[in-house]
């Protein structure tokens, strides 16, 4: 089984960065963001594969970066330019099937329990 565990999660003003952080155990296919904002279903954010394939949500293309470190297990996710509507808890996700990478839950077997992201205006 793998364990997922999200950090770097905090209170920011709109316009600045924060980077999150998720440690995983094991091997992992495809990692991905998520995130829940309060009122709304979940979204996905960005997802990467073990190649160094990217894909990102359309509204996050050019503000948010994923990324990994090998050598640490971890999956990071850089959010620049934050906006109120950012406002969410963000959770990481991990699979090591080989599916191909996409920003669809179901796709991902094992979640951390989320950091919360809270933008003020």
């Known amino acids: 089984e793998v364990h997922v565990v999200e950090s770097g999660g905090g209170s920011v003003q709109a316009g600045g960065s924060l980077r999150l952080s998720c440690v995983y155990s094991g091997s992992a296919y495809n990692m991905a963001w998520f995130r829940r904002a309060p009122g709304k279903g979940r979204e996905g954010v960005a997802g990467?594969?073990?190649?160094?394939?990217?894909t990102y949500a359309d509204s996050m293309k050019g503000r948010f970066t994923i990324s990994k470190d090998n050598a640490k297990n971890t999956l990071y996710l850089q959010m620049n330019s934050l906006k109120p509507e950012d406002t969410a808890m963000y959770y990481c996700?991990?699979?090591?099937?080989?599916?191909?990478?996409?920003?669809?839950?179901?796709?991902?077997?094992?979640w951390g329990q989320g950091t919360q992201v809270t933008v003020s205006s």
């Open positions: 996700a991990v699979d090591e099937r080989v599916l191909s990478l996409s920003l669809v839950a179901e796709k991902y077997k094992y």
């Open positions: 990467l594969r073990h190649d160094g394939r990217k």
